[in-house]
């Protein structure tokens, strides 16, 4: 039944060929940083640091030349990013556009999108959140309420959108709204590149449990956008958020959000620990490496055209239910004590302990991606 | 070769292991039919090259034999046999003829060269079908490194025993027997090798039992109804099987991986990564099932315990998930944690010229 859902894939040698220079580019623009920068991994917000790694053309790789990219294949990117999770770099300033709002674009796009947002992206200069989620619409994401209606040659949208993660530091959002009434909720659903400069935007910071900015309610006042704004058909919304969520789902980051405190457990533990010690840490290890290899025979699917979106539902409840796991290890293991002000490790595992259970929240809650595992498993 | 093998094995298990065959396996009969059935195939030597009567498919295209193997239950010495023989030829020792099986030697067990034959001084414990093979083989810690060892079983004293799925597990006493051959095997000195290739060919089994179980499970909750509903449409049941499906796909993936790696140089980060995840996933799995299935999984006449009694066995012979996660801790730690990351990029590394063709 599972045989071939996970073929094995081995990456290219000219996707290897990518993985000593991004290394010796992070050690250059990161050595000697604190762990707990290491600890935000992929919600670390460094613009310069989008900026320089998109003069070294290592965003948007996959995408055509004539729009900035690399043309080179999905697994090439994906050796550039789990290099830098594994590094724990800064990189929310461009990860966003360059995982799921570029290939939208790409793929739905017309000429002229592709043309104005590509190019920025890829030079790290135009950072994109993403507006899915309401208040009263998480999970049941096609119950959406904000609404965009035609106003001459124009639309008009009113509403709200919750959780938006780095919506105050970014330039555009690929809205979610709801274009048409229809019975059917998944009917009627519409994408919107929106510049949020726009006037009637309003975003306000919403303050997360470890005290930080990290989203954002962003809320939508008789906003006029063209119709060019439109990505893809009126009234395919759904499909195409769908699509993006494959690509949110099965990246590297669905299970190494916490590797700069493994990194710091095995340099605690020391090159003798003790057997229980050693057993933990093979534990992890042996995830890892396994969900790597999943993770890797998505990419080499997407990289043909398919969309396993069901297999990336299986990564992503995998890998983060070992990264919740992660920070509860530590504290079985050995004596710490999570602090803000404490030293270095002591204020990684403060960060990481706090955020782990966003983990299994963002990108879909492991109740709805299991519910999506047993739908491919036929009894739904 | 791959796709021949898979289609054949399992067409051959699926006629063959039946209920009844697996009680009379369970009752301690030796299944000489079907395993002269598979023999003839090609299938029990299928590793070694042509002079030694195999096809010499690599690792690789032994995956769906072995999955099978766990996926049907197979209550015969297959895969040990198949790891046998590779480890033979690749320690330069010829293949006999004749039935194999592989076996750990207990500690202390030790070797001698005496007027030029060797012995062996010990025992070997719990030995797949020890008591039917013809000849077994294990290694021993000798002049500062694994020896490979193949020893006739005749000159061995067999102390019967069963795990807890009942396939014979024989101890092997051999005090001053003489073997057929010791050679040293430092392929992958770090580890002993009967060890190694035993748990890459549980961890493929483990995989093809868990597989099996998801799909019998998924069946039952369609099939079974309660308050009205299949109970596959209660969303308790529905997360349950979500989770059995993503461990066996994990298994499976692991397990596959391994063999890509196990005719490269040094597979045993690759084979110890495959066993520790097999074994862990291996009760939880069962477990699910079981819960899955009510009481009538718990009887004998369903034929649900086939494969949970060999997942509560298999997860603990040739190494338990602490065993081989520790060995992979220890390797860590050793590096420290800069060294993680590329460690597993290391070892994941590429492996075509090894035999592998995906
Ligand atoms: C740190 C963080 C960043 C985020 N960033 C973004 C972002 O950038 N953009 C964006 O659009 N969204 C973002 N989200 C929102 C995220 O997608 C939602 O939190 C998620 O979809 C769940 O919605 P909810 O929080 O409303 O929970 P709810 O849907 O209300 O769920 C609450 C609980 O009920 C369970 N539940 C709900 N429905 C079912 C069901 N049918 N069956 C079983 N259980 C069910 C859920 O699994 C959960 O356990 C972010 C969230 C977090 C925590």
Known sequence: MTLSRFPLCTLPPEAEALREPVRAFLRQELGGRPHTKAGKSWMGYDAEFSRKLGAKGWIGVTWPKRHGGGEMSALSRYVIVEELLAAGAPVIAHWIADRQSGPLILRYGTEAQKEFFLPAICRGEMAFCIGMSESDSGSDLASIRTRARRAGGAWRINGAKIWTSNAHRCDYMITLVRTSDSPEKHQGLSQFLIDLKAPGITVRPIRDLTGDNSFNEVVFQDVLVSDDSLVGQEGNGWAQVVAELALERSGPERFLSCHALVKELIDRLGPKPDARSAIVVGGIVSKLAVYRQMSLSIAARLNKGENPATEAAYVKDLGTTLEQDIPEMVHGLMESTPSLDGEDYEQLLAYITQFAPSFSLRGGTREILRGIIARGLGVR | ?358
């Open chain 2, 1 to 358: 070769m791959r796709a021949l093998f898979e289609d054949s094995i399992n067409r051959i298990l699926a006629d063959h292991v039946t209920a009844a065959l697996l009680q009379k396996a369970e009752a301690g009969e030796w299944q000489e039919t079907l395993f002269n059935l598979l023999d003839d195939g090609g299938f029990a030597r299928a590793s070694a090259t042509e002079i030694s009567g195999g096809v010499g498919a690599p690792w690789p295209d032994l995956f769906p034999v072995v999955f099978a193997c766990g996926r049907h239950a197979l209550p015969l010495p297959l895969p040990e046999s198949l790891a046998a023989c590779w480890l033979l030829e690749h320690a330069g020792i010829p293949v006999p003829k004749g039935r194999l099986t592989l076996g750990r030697a207990s500690a202390g067990t030790r070797l001698e060269k005496r007027a030029g034959e060797w012995r062996l001084h010990g025992s070997l414990d719990a030995v797949p079908w020890g008591g039917a093979a013809d000849f077994v083989v294990t290694s021993v810690a000798h002049d500062g490194g694994p020896h490979l060892v193949l020893a006739k079983r005749s000159q061995a004293v067999v102390h019967r025993n069963q795990n807890i799925a009942r396939e014979a597990r024989d101890g092997l006493e051999m005090s001053g027997a003489t073997v057929q051959a010791a050679v040293p095997y430092f392929k992958d000195a770090t580890n002993d090798p009967v060890q190694n290739f035993g748990a890459l060919v549980r961890s493929a089994q483990i995989a093809g039992a868990m597989d099996r179980m998801a799909e019998l499970c998924v069946q039952y909750a369609n099939d079974r109804v309660q308050f009205g509903k299949p109970i596959g449409k209660f969303q308790a049941i529905q997360q349950q099987l979500a989770v059995l499906a993503s461990e066996s796909a994990s298994v499976s993936t692991a397990a596959e991986y391994a063999f890509a790696m196990a005719g490269q140089e040094q597979p045993g980060f690759a084979i110890a990564c495959a066993k520790a995840r097999a074994s862990e996933a291996a009760g939880k799995a069962a477990a699910i099932a079981h819960a899955v299935h009510g009481a009538i999984g718990f009887t004998y006449e369903h034929s649900l315990h086939y494969l949970t009694r060999r997942l509560w066995s298999w997860r603990s012979e040739f190494g338990t998930h602490a065993f081989w996660s520790e060995q992979l801790g220890r390797q860590v730690c050793e590096r420290g944690g800069e060294g993680l990351w590329p460690l597993i990029i290391e070892q994941q590394g590429r492996w075509e010229e090894g035999g592998w063709r995906g």
